[in-house]
């Protein structure tokens, strides 16, 4: 599997929409910046959007398909949507960990663990100060 991970629009990621909402997550993040897909030759294997608040940017609608998981996906999309948002000037990342593998893969790309929104784990890496 070689992933490659590039910008699109909403509606590009709407095809995931159904199995994304069975799973809590929304693919149409409100004030979403930046929407990116992750593909694997021609298919899509996930998506993800970065929203700007300032010099910090938000995870936002991160997803990859069940049957695909496990396979280092998320964290690819993360690596580049974050290598992204640095050369951006982004000095800080923020999300919300709300699949159970997400705290993990998260703290191996430097976030931390600041909070809770009610239940869902918050986790934040600054890149600049």
């Known amino acids: 599997m070689k992933i490659e991970v590039k910008p699109c ?7 995931f929409a159904g199995d ?3 799973e809590g997550v ?24 970065l929203m700007r608040v300032g010099s910090a940017g ?7 398909p069940p049957e695909l998981r496990r396979r280092g996906i998320y964290r690819a999309m993360l690596e ?9 000037g982004y000095r800080i990342f923020e999300g919300n ?4 593998a997400a705290p993990g893969t998260l703290a191996k790309l430097g976030f931390e663990h600041v909070g809770n929104n009610g239940k869902v784990p918050i986790y934040r890496r600054v890149v600049r100060e």
Do not use: M
């Open 9 to 15: 629009e909403n509606a590009d990621v709407q095809r």
């Open 20 to 22: 994304a909402k069975k």
């Open 26 to 49: 929304s693919l149409r993040a409100t004030g979403a910046t930046e929407w990116f897909l992750a593909v694997d030759g021609e298919a899509v294997v996930g998506c993800v959007a």
């Open 58 to 64: 938000r995870l936002k609608g991160a997803f990859v």
């Open 80 to 88: 580049a949507v974050i290598a992204h948002g640095i050369e951006h």
């Open 97 to 100: 960990a709300y699949h159970p």
